[in-house]
């Protein structure tokens, strides 16, 4: 390749974030706009284009590409995107011809959940692994199939949606209509909502005192602060996600024999208290051939996963 | 391909099946003999390799290859087999490799439950269809995934374990060592169980007349055969049992974007007692984006499923 840069663009629904990132996944420059989401795909792809303007405006480098994240079902081989949620108007947009004609470069486009797979794959937790699976816990508990170096897609580009493996056919109801969703436990909000209801039953933990005497708000983060304090209830509520991540985790791993795991998003920030749980419980759960190969990593990219997975694409692609 | 004829070889626990198959999947000549699998592989080797020469030595036409399908863990590209459950001694034995050699002319070796995948692919069922999921309900629940018609066989080709996905973590004990595996409730020895304690508390029903008042066996048939006589509590057993299976197809179909579904093994005979609310519960369990493109159809190969899947193999192969 000739240069030694890549743009990554990290479309959200409220904020579209641009970065010039080098080939080793440092990020050179960062831009950041509103989304406009609410104004439909001609109004998002300008904001878009502007932000990838503004990036390349005050870096006169050669770029080798650019990648996009994006929410929706996206056709990578196509590099089109079809209803992203709160993205009106959104239905076969050819966002990666769109891109790669205003700008004369080639662009990828790559769903929000796979663009961080294959961010670990090329920069970070997963650089010496073939195959793995990538759990992001965010809003929404997002999936990826990483096999032999490449996403597995899927018949459509829809696959590796494995926040929505059940584990429990009569649990929580999920909003994707199922009941018992990994996600129905695990999204940031859905969490929020079972600890909750918890609380009321933990009336002496440090947690309930935060949360109805001292009135902080009750959030993943808050979780974890009131786990590294050394409370019970607060310990027991990260065990029990890590237990319903595991049993999830662990039929994907006897369906697939894929025993690589990398854990990213937020809630990947439980650390200890989280993948200790989840390594045990995997463990326990899945077939005997597999339990001497598990391994369970935290994903390397953090705050800028975003557009580290949307700059991979780039290398990944080339 | 100069010949028209391919040996399948289904190596069972107790006989090996040897079939001179033409290549649109008729049997033009079967043999059968003991597995002495208890005597060790030289012997099982000695017996799969007597059956293929009764074969042979009765049918002088050319043979394009041979196909095995073997219980135990199998890599394909290798041809070797390991662990085969009740087949004591086997460790990394080169079948393929022995087989051919011995017949001067290719083997290729797949685990049992893929080859009835690929047996589906090349003469049943999947013939019109890229890609599938393969479930086996017998003894056990074998799966096997055929993506762009190539079996996925994931990072050892111990991919395809669908009956130890789990749809209830607190469900029933598995002999895997988990809980609530579709195994746990559809595999024959385990249907026949739950369904005996339920019928304790449905004596008026007809299977309990059979069972305990006329003393027949409790077994798959015998609720299908309550079934077609219109026995409430046998409809509901396969309703159940149904559910099930459709829980655990729907994260499977989540997770691979394939919605394709072909179901095989003699519990498939239940028909539409066991269809309709799998159908049902499967389009009413996965994501929206797979609602309409769900497919759910009967295995074509019945009795003959083992030897038809392993001359397959050399059709697929080849």
Not at 211 to 228: F, Q, S, Y
Request: net charge negative; charged share 20%.
């Amino acid at each position: 390749m000739a240069s030694e840069y890549t743009i990554g663009v990290d479309l959200g629904g409220t904020s579209v974030k641009v970065g010039l990132t080098d080939f080793r996944g440092n990020i050179i420059h960062k831009e950041c706009m509103p989304t406009f989401a609410e104004k439909g795909p001609d109004k998002v792809i300008s904001q878009i284009s502007a932000c990838i303007r503004l990036v390349l405006d005050n870096n006169p480098v050669e770029v080798e590409g650019i990648g996009i994240g994006s929410p929706g079902a996206v056709i990578a081989s196509k590099g089109t995107v079809d209803y992203p949620p709160n993205f009106p108007g959104w239905e076969s947009i050819a966002l990666g011809k769109i891109i790669s004609e205003s700008f004369s470069m080639p662009a990828y486009v790559e769903n929000d959940a796979n663009a961080a797979a294959i961010g670990e794959l090329i920069f970070g937790a997963g650089k010496d692994l073939d195959s793995f699976i990538m759990i992001t816990l965010g809003t929404g508990v997002g999936g990826g199939i990483i096999f032999e170096r490449k996403i597995f897609h899927g018949t459509t580009g829809a696959a590796g949606e494995l926040g929505h493996i059940s584990v429990d056919y009569q649990g929580r109801k999920c909003k994707c209509g199922n009941y018992g969703c990994m996600e129905a436990y695990a999204g940031n909000n859905y969490l929020v909502e079972w600890v909750e209801e918890d609380l009321q039953k933990h009336i002496n933990s440090l947690l309930f005192k935060w949360v109805h005497i001292e009135n902080e708000v009750l959030t993943p983060k808050l979780i974890h602060e009131a786990a590294v304090k050394n409370d019970d209830f607060a310990i027991k509520v990260i065990i029990k996600l890590a237990q319903v991540l595991g049993y999830g985790i662990s039929s994907i791993i006897n369906a697939s024999d894929i025993p690589n795991v990398v854990i990213g998003g937020g809630v990947a920030g439980f650390g200890e208290f989280l993948f200790k749980p989840l390594n045990e419980t995997i463990i326990e759960r899945v077939m005997k051939t597999h339990k001497s190969r598990v391994t369970l990593r935290p994903a390397v990219l953090k705050n800028e996963a975003g557009i580290l997975g949307a700059s991979a694409l780039v290398l990944y692609q080339a």
